[in-house]
């Protein structure tokens, strides 16, 4: 194991923009892909990456000394930015776990499909960079490669029993039949929206609140716009910096364009993996297709267009960057993932059964402690960035993200691993733990398939 | 020419294998050079769609769309895949 993450890290040490494309192009060859076709996904990757890093670097330049200059004048303390869960996938992919990640989750998918531990078929092999984040901060924090593989692959076998739970939900209120979300950052929120919503339950008169959503879509519309909420928190934070009119108007203009650029540079990445992505879930699901009930499992993406899941995020946007501002501890101004939000509410949506006011509530308790989690983690992702070559934001000492960088989930894995091998110990008991329970689930189910 | 608008959660991922599929569907069918297609979050089709003749979405249909709506689902999962095939290039015609 450590001689070929040894030979792994020997790659890396070439930077991303290199390391990605050869990666990539030896993926394809393995799974069968033709050789041009191989060459031109891995190119893509590289290009995405040295994109994204343009971007990125665009973000930081222009931002970085104005947040330095509201620190200055106004003392608060938002000195980390947030750049985004498409630099989050790339420094993640770029991390000696994440060059490994593609093979390892496939395997544990199939070994998990085996074993009756599983219902779900993972065809979003993207999404498994989730997982890499996990593990490559596990990494930093124990000095390790080899526990931050194993932080990796217990996350995943967390999300995966999660995917299986919350599957029925998905399909009777997402409605998506056949489909289950294993996905690394939503799948996180569930079991606290399952908490929170029996917590409500037992509250006599807040139990029967509800609040109807139905025109928050039209009126808070604009909020789903990068264009215009980059533009706008742009103008804001230049006027709090200081900044003369013209310079205020500039970085106006530069934050929307960031926000609209970095989709488009991520969807390169994406357009590189896709040739891998295919060839990997075509193997998985032909194999593993006709095993009695099984999900196809997906990019929550899918969800994130019900009426509900939508109108809450756009709420959401204005309140978190106001939370940022006056909630104690918290130091990252949220920006490129406020776009991030509506992934939180995917599985929450099902879980509350589409009542307003508790999804509401949710989404500020997650947020808030999000906020605070991404404090905490973001020198550890500063880290991370650092080992794959990223040009961090000048002026800002620390970069952080509100989609993996506040996953509840990632952060108490990273953080029992403060106490060495009894930290991890107990993420593997629960882990195998709720892959046992599932496993007891699957065979009653299939029992009773049978009989009926 | 046909305008097509692809949405999903983000404009990034599901959308962009969404894309690449439906554009060798597209080429297949002899459409070539005839459509463009953009790609996009799913809060913004409510705005955008006026401009386009069709949206295929990997999530659901949101409040406001003023063009034909095609779900795209079966493009990740494998499942539907000739049902939708039809649907978008009747929209073509």
Request: glycine share 12%; proline share 4%; aromatic share 6%.
């Amino acid at each position: 194991m450590s001689q070929i993450l040894g030979f792994f890290s020997a790659i890396q040490g070439l930077g991303a923009t290199v390391m990605m494309p050869i990666i990539i192009f030896i993926f394809g060859l393995v799974l069968g892909t033709e050789k041009g076709k191989a060459l031109r996904a891995g190119l893509t990757v590289g290009v995405g990456f040295i994109g994204l890093n343009l971007v990125i670097g665009a973000l930081g330049t222009n931002l970085g000394p104005a947040v330095e200059q509201m620190i200055t004048r106004f003392g608060l303390s938002l000195s980390v930015i947030d750049v985004g869960w498409p630099a989050a996938a790339a420094i993640a992919f770029a991390s000696t776990v994440g060059m490994v990640i593609i093979p390892v989750c496939l395997l544990v998918n199939i070994v998990m499909i085996i074993t009756n531990t599983t219902q779900t078929v993972d065809v979003d092999i993207w999404d498994y960079w989730h997982f890499a984040f996990t593990g490559a901060l596990v990494a930093i924090v124990t000095g390790s490669q080899t526990m931050g593989l194993i932080a990796a692959i217990l996350n995943m076998v967390i999300i995966m029993v999660i995917g299986d739970y919350t599957a029925p939900g998905v399909e009777k209120t997402l409605g998506l039949p056949g489909v289950s979300l294993p996905h690394g950052f939503t799948g996180a929120y569930a079991p606290i929206a399952i908490v929170i919503n029996k917590i409500i339950d037992m509250i006599p008169g807040v139990r029967k609140i509800d609040i109807n959503m139905e025109k928050v879509q039209q009126r808070f519309g604009v909020f789903g716009e990068p264009i215009i909420i980059g533009t706008a928190l742009g103008l804001v934070i230049g006027a709090v910096a200081g900044y003369g009119y013209g310079d205020v108007l500039r970085l106006g203009i530069s934050m929307g364009a960031v926000l609209v650029l970095i989709p488009k540079m991520a969807s390169l990445l994406m357009e590189g993996l896709l040739p891998i992505s295919d060839a990997a879930s075509e193997f998985i699901s032909k194999k593993f297709s006709n095993r009695g009930k099984m999900y196809i499992g997906l990019d929550s993406a899918v969800g994130v267009g019900h009426p509900l899941t939508l109108s809450v995020s756009l709420i959401l946007v204005p309140l978190t960057v106001f939370m940022a501002v006056i909630l104690p501890g918290n130091k990252v101004l949220p920006f490129a993932d406020l776009a991030v939000i509506p992934w939180m509410f995917v599985l929450i949506t099902p879980v509350v059964n589409g009542n307003g006011f508790r999804a509401l509530v949710n989404g500020i308790v997650v947020l808030a402690a999000g906020l605070l989690i991404s404090t905490n983690l973001s020198p550890l992702i500063t880290t991370a960035a650092v080992n794959a070559n990223y040009t961090l934001p000048s002026g800002a000492a620390q970069i952080s993200s509100i989609c993996d960088g506040a996953n509840p989930l990632t952060w108490a894995i990273v953080r029992l691993n403060d106490f060495g091998w009894i930290g991890m110990g107990i993420v593997a008991v629960i882990a195998l733990g709720l892959a046992l329970i599932n496993r007891n689930r699957i065979l009653k189910e299939a029992r009773e398939l049978k009989q009926a | 020419m046909k305008r097509i608008l692809l949405a999903c959660g983000a404009g990034v991922c599901t959308s962009t294998a969404a894309r690449v599929k439906v554009e060798k569907i597209l080429d297949a069918n002899g459409y070539k050079g005839q459509y463009k297609v953009e790609q996009c979050k799913i809060a913004e089709v409510a705005a955008k769609s006026g401009s386009f003749d069709f949206v295929i979405s990997t999530t659901m249909k949101p409040e406001g769309v003023k063009c034909p709506f095609i779900n795209g689902i079966c493009f990740l999962t494998g499942v539907g895949v000739d049902k939708t095939t039809k649907e978008i290039l009747d929209l073509m015609k």
